[in-house]
């Protein structure tokens, strides 16, 4: 799948849920591999902030980033709305230092992505895709966060009050397709003993009955229930009257839930890269939300490259026949068994090691060894398919070596193995000459990893 972008800007205009200030966003299409960049175009140095979990500074009433100085709160909830686009890259300008909270819900910048539409780009996304079980629990809390591998992204949502109004909830997300109509439109929620503290901390100065849901759990003096009711546009109510006190009547009955789901969507869109697993959430909130983001940017870091997913079940894209038809390579030379991915610019083939490999004989009687130079040899074989399966006529061209760089070599390969080979053009094909860089798995772990470039070359 490729990259995408908005197809063109759009402007989000209201006021800063802690500020109270008047706030204009501009989301605008960016080039391929930008991620997400905040700009702040009210400082004199207009700098930009990169929207990663990283960078993430602040976590009490929401998500704050920072580069130096300056500073971008509330971003989530345009963050969950970007992500669950599938939108890869966009620059957001804003002239102050937070985002308009709006309804306090995503569903404006859901709406307003849909409106201008989304476009795709050249580059191709870089999933991260999850291969084992990742966990991380605050014990302080009891709040947990767990991803199990999954063919798509989906989530589950588990919440947890002392409250005799907001007891447990329950919301899933299994397709992000459906973000705008399952979960887009939940609003942020806070309790009425939550208040005083916010607003003796100078914080929501924006907030009203218009932006959020505000429950009433627990009852308390009528003269600061009514002080308090005055502070966020509120009528007065009698202090007995436990419940919500809002305007507009709940959009969903799990509607705290869902806003929970959509801001772990929004703190996971920090990751830096589309995720293919299930996250399941019990009693989420910012900071362990930011704490697992960083912990999946580690372990994205750590592994380097993600091996491809294989399945031997599925069928193969080329089998061996597929593959005789466009290299000239026969036995005991033909070193590639199948293709089973490829795309504009990479492909994926497979190599099963069989103790019967000719090589073998020699190469070592007593410790079975493929020679390294015949793993490069398989990788230039899948790389020279990726080009041949571009051209017109593929059996009247043939691929020849003009230099091979960087080869590393990480681990034996021996009988019984099975070889994974990765191979993406790294530039444009230019007078015949691709220039490649591939890498040979075994399971998860790289064994061996080389630069190729190649001629393409019509045979007479």
């Known amino acids: 799948m490729k990259q995408k972008t908005l197809k063109e800007s759009f402007t989000i205009c209201g006021k800063g849920l802690h500020t109270g200030l008047e706030i204009t966003a501009t989301f605008m299409p960016a080039a391929e591999n930008t991620g997400y960049r905040i700009q702040r175009i009210d400082l004199p140095e207009q700098p930009i902030i990169e929207a990663v979990a990283d960078n993430v500074v602040e976590t009490n009433r929401g998500t704050v980033i920072a580069n130096g100085d300056a500073k971008v709160s509330t971003i989530e909830h345009a963050m969950a709305a970007l992500f669950c686009a599938e939108i890869d890259n966009c620059l957001i300008q804003v002239n102050a230092p937070e985002l308009p909270i709006l309804d306090g819900s995503a569903i404006e910048y859901a709406e307003a992505i ?119 546009g509120a ?91 466009l290299l000239p390579h026969r036995y005991p030379f033909l070193l590639v068994d199948k293709v089973i991915e490829i795309g504009t610019k990479h492909i994926v083939g497979v190599k099963n090691v069989s103790g019967n490999e000719p090589f073998f004989q020699g190469h070592f009687p007593q410790e079975p060894v493929m020679p390294g130079v015949l793993i490069v040899e398989a990788m230039a074989q899948t790389g020279g398919l990726l080009v041949l399966n571009s051209v017109e006529e593929p059996e009247r061209y043939s691929t020849y070596f003009m230099k091979i760089d960087n080869v590393k070599f990480r681990q034996k390969v021996v009988p019984g193995d099975t070889l994974i080979f990765h191979l993406s053009m790294m530039t444009e094909m230019r007078r015949g000459c691709a220039y490649m860089k591939g890498y040979a798995f075994v399971g998860e772990k790289i064994v061996t990893e080389a630069e190729f470039m190649a001629q393409i070359i019509k045979n007479k």
């Open 114 to 232: 849909e409106r201008v539409g989304v476009e795709e780009q050249n580059a191709e996304k870089d999933y991260f895709i999850i291969k084992s079980k990742i966990e991380l629990v605050d014990e302080n809390t009891g709040s947990t966060i767990t991803v199990l591998p999954d063919d798509e992204f989906s989530i589950n949502t588990m919440v947890s009050y002392d409250s005799s109004i907001l007891t447990n909830q329950y919301a899933a997300l299994d397709n992000i397709a459906n973000f705008k109509e399952q979960i887009a439109a939940s609003r942020t929620f806070v309790f009425v003993r939550e208040i005083e503290p916010l607003l003796a901390n100078n914080l929501i100065k924006g907030g009203d009955l218009d932006n959020a849901i505000v429950i009433y759990d627990r009852e308390v003096e009528q003269a600061t229930l009514d002080k308090l009711a005055d502070s966020i």
């Open 235 to 325: 009528s007065h109510k009698p202090a007995n009257q436990l419940g919500y006190l809002n305007n507009k009547p709940l959009v969903f009955d799990n509607e705290p839930a869902r806003h929970k789901l959509l801001d772990i969507l929004g703190d996971i869109a920090l990751v830096g890269r589309p995720i293919r697993g299930r996250i399941i959430a019990t009693r989420p909130g910012h900071g362990i939300n930011n704490k697992f983001a960083r912990l999946l940017r580690k372990e994205i870091r750590r592994q380097d490259l993600q091996a491809p997913v294989y399945d031997p079940n599925k069928v193969p894209l080329m089998d061996t026949n597929k593959i005789r038809s």
